[in-house]
């Protein structure tokens, strides 16, 4: 059985930073593409960033310079470091798997859509004021 489980959201001013983790059980965690997901009410769930199997990574606009992602093949963890959080990053993040292994790197690093990925965590609420 393949879990997903997110954890580190909380509220912080805008300027602050947080930390997410997802841990991942039930799968060959090295062998996948990995990306982090958010989602406002309302609104599509929006990719955040993607790591590969090999570490490629790849940020979506909203992401780009201020948020780190990478994972730790020896722990099944990945990881989303925030900086300089805005009001617009409030949000569910969500990390995801895709449903096979070895996506081309370029694949995953081009931020594949929501669909394209099987697995889902509960979430963990972001909540940025101003």
């Known amino acids: 059985q393949v879990q997903l489980a997110e954890s580190g959201g909380g509220s912080v001013h805008a300027g602050g930073s947080l930390k997410l983790s997802c841990v991942v059980s039930?799968?060959?965690?090295?062998?996948?593409?990995l990306g982090w997901f958010r989602q406002v009410p309302g609104m599509e769930r929006e990719v955040v960033s993607t790591?590969?199997?090999?570490?490629?990574?790849g940020y979506g606009d909203s992401a780009m310079g201020r948020f780190t992602t990478y994972r730790d093949n020896a722990k099944n963890t990945l990881y989303l470091q925030m900086n300089s959080l805005k009001p617009e990053d409030t949000a569910m993040y969500y990390c995801?798997?895709?449903?096979?292994?070895?996506?081309?790197?370029?694949?995953?690093?081009?931020?594949?859509?929501?669909?394209?990925?099987?697995?889902w965590g509960q979430g963990t609420q972001v909540t940025v004021d101003s």
């Open positions: 790591v590969s199997y090999s570490g490629s990574t």
């Open positions: 039930g799968l060959a965690f090295a062998e996948y593409c």
């Open positions: 995801a798997a895709p449903a096979a292994p070895y996506c081309p790197g370029d694949y995953c690093q081009g931020l594949p859509p929501a669909a394209h990925f099987g697995y």
